[in-house]
T-cell receptor, first 115, second 113 residues
Framework: DAGVIQSPRHEVTEMGQEVTLRCKPI?????LFWYRQTMMRGLELLIY????????DSGMPEDRFSAKMPNASFSTLKIQPSEPRDSAVYFC?????????????FGPGTRLTVT | AQSVSQHNHHVILSEAASLELGCNYS??????LFWYVQYPGQHLQLLLK??????LVKGIKGFEAEFIKSKFSFNLRKPSVQWSDTAEYFC???????????FGAGTILRVKS
């Protein structure tokens, strides 16, 4: 199994530009999570999906952030317009069905730098 | 709301020293507990988890953790650390009826060779 796949691995963009981060969960996993990791705030859950449906987006910082999961094998996190304070590592994780005792499997992350 | 507290932000040990990282959580119901490790430049990987049964859980690479329900604690231990254990360690909790995993702030462990 290839694990959770994220692209790009690194993204450098200028303030005001649109950024799209991509995630392919592990096949058969029905829950998908987006996290942001910064030195100041640690690891924060932004949003998660069950069976492609957004369940809790209370962690999304503001309207500039949006996430979609059009099918079971693909999700995007979009920031428009981007700001320097969005610089962070963004992780995607997936989890199999069957309950909360199953661990989440994390992708390698996308390191975003907004200048 | 659930919360997780990790007492030490930075720990420095010499090789072969024993390790204990503290983790306390706040949650009113039955929980699942996890320790994840993040090696430099890498993604989070599961070290061990507890969801029921024996409160002493064995994980990979010689790590173990003990769930003490009365203390709301899930401390991570290793009797003898190695240089390769240098990493950041995260404690996490979710309720058995929920999906959200709440992470602690993390503890950065540096092992001196």
């Amino acid at each position: 199994d290839a694990g959770v796949i994220q692209s790009p691995r690194h993204e450098v963009t200028e303030m005001g530009q649109e950024v799209t981060l991509r995630c392919k969960p592990i096949s058969g996993h029905n829950s998908l999570f987006w996290y942001r990791q910064t030195m100041m705030r640690g690891l924060e859950l932004l949003i998660y999906f069950n069976n492609n449906v957004p369940i809790d987006d209370s962690g999304m910082p503001e309207d500039r952030f949006s996430a979609k999961m059009p099918n079971a094998s693909f999700s995007t996190l979009k920031i428009q317009p981007s700001e320097p304070r969005d610089s962070a590592v963004y992780f995607c994780a997936s989890r199999p069905s069957g309950g909360s005792s199953y661990e989440q499997y994390f992708g390698p992350g996308t390191r975003l730098t907004v200048t | 709301a659930q919360s997780v507290s990790q007492h030490n932000h930075h720990v420095i040990l010499s090789e072969a020293a024993s390790l204990e990282l503290g983790c306390n959580y706040s949650y009113g119901g039955t929980v699942n507990l996890f320790w994840y490790v993040q090696y430099p430049g890498q993604h989070l990987q599961l070290l061990l988890k507890y969801f029921s049964g024996d409160p002493l859980v064995k994980g990979i690479k010689g790590f173990e953790a003990e769930f003490i329900k009365s203390k709301f604690s899930f401390n991570l231990r290793k009797p003898s650390v190695q240089w390769s254990d240098t990493a950041e360690y995260f404690c996490a909790v979710n309720g058995v009826s929920g999906n959200k995993l709440v992470f602690g702030a993390g503890t950065i462990l540096r092992v001196k060779s």
